[in-house]
């Protein structure tokens, strides 16, 4: 690809990790502060990184995240599925626009 949406209104924060929290998935709140993994349903970020109880969620902004299903670029209603990746979820998904779909290696560009 020709151009990079790196960077892109990145905005991360800082919660507290319920067990299970991992970089590059995505994840919901689970109580004041606390952010937990989710496989399936709306999430509010993905994070970027875990240590000492704590994790960096994007909330805001370009991120590429493995996908499963069919995803195409557009907006579309995501939601998270199993084995950390999101889907096309029309019922309990958020809108968010995929500006890339890398379809041989199951990965997606979105604008959080």
Same mark, same amino acid.
């Given at each position: 690809?020709?151009?990079? =949406?790196?960077? =892109?209104?990145?905005?991360?924060?800082?919660?507290?990790?319920?067990?299970?929290?991992?970089?590059?998935?995505?994840?919901?709140?689970?109580?004041?502060?606390?952010?937990?993994?989710?496989?399936?349903?709306? =999430?509010?970020?993905?994070?970027?990184?875990?240590?000492?109880?704590?994790?960096?969620?994007?909330?805001?902004?370009?991120?590429?995240?493995?996908?499963?299903?069919?995803?195409?670029?557009?907006?579309?209603?995501?939601?998270?599925?199993?084995?950390?990746?999101?889907?096309?979820?029309?019922?309990?998904?958020?809108?968010?626009?995929?500006?890339?779909?890398?379809?041989?290696?199951?990965?997606?560009?979105?604008?959080?």
């Amino acid at each position: 690809m020709n151009v990079s =949406f790196n960077g =892109f209104n990145e905005q991360i924060a800082t919660f507290e990790a319920v067990s299970g929290v991992a970089a590059g998935k995505p994840v919901a709140l689970s109580a004041n502060g606390k952010v937990q993994a989710v496989t399936s349903g709306a =999430f509010c970020g993905i994070c970027t990184g875990v240590r000492d109880g704590y994790a960096a969620v994007q909330l805001q902004g370009y991120i590429r995240v493995p996908y499963s299903g069919t995803l195409t670029v557009g907006y579309k209603q995501l939601a998270a599925a199993t084995g950390g990746k999101v889907t096309v979820d029309t019922t309990n998904g958020r809108e968010y626009l995929v500006v890339e779909v890398d379809s041989t290696a199951g990965i997606a560009g979105i604008l959080l």
